[in-house]
């Protein structure tokens, strides 16, 4: 199996950056497509962010957050990170750390491993 670990939430002002990490453990997951997710209370899970391992990674973004968010991997260490920045009240969410074995998708059951959350308030 593959235990995905995030952690880097917490509370931020407007306009301002935070950077999230998911650490993975288990088994090499160097080939693995890894995403961010996010969900606000009440609404669907979301795909932000992901990206691949081929053609020295390819990425994704939704328009809510290009522009303002870049994620990234270290392969070495096992993680992937994403770095938030001119963050709004409306990024308020959990954001979930996800990988899977097929390409980037925005359907969550093709997603086949999932961490805990981790809690991003943006508030002044």
């Known amino acids: 199996q593959v235990q995905l670990v995030e ?24 080939t693995y497509t890894m995403g961010w997710f996010r969900q606000a209370p009440g609404k669907e899970r979301d795909l932000v962010a992901a990206i691949t391992w ?23 260490k096992n993680t992937v990170y994403l770095q938030m920045n001119s963050l709004k009240p409306e990024d308020t969410a959990v954001y ?3 990988a899977t074995v097929g390409p980037i998708s925005q359907q969550l059951r093709h997603w086949d491993y999932w961490g ?9």
């Open 7 to 30: 952690s880097g939430g917490g509370l931020v002002q407007p306009g301002g950056s935070l950077r999230l990490s998911c650490a993975a453990s288990g088994r090499t997951v160097s």
């Open 116 to 124: 805990q959350g981790t809690q991003v308030t943006v508030s002044s």
């Open 54 to 76: 081929r053609g020295g990674g390819s990425t994704y973004y939704s328009d809510s957050v290009k522009g303002r968010f870049t994620i990234s991997r270290d392969n070495a």
């Open 96 to 98: 979930y750390c996800a």
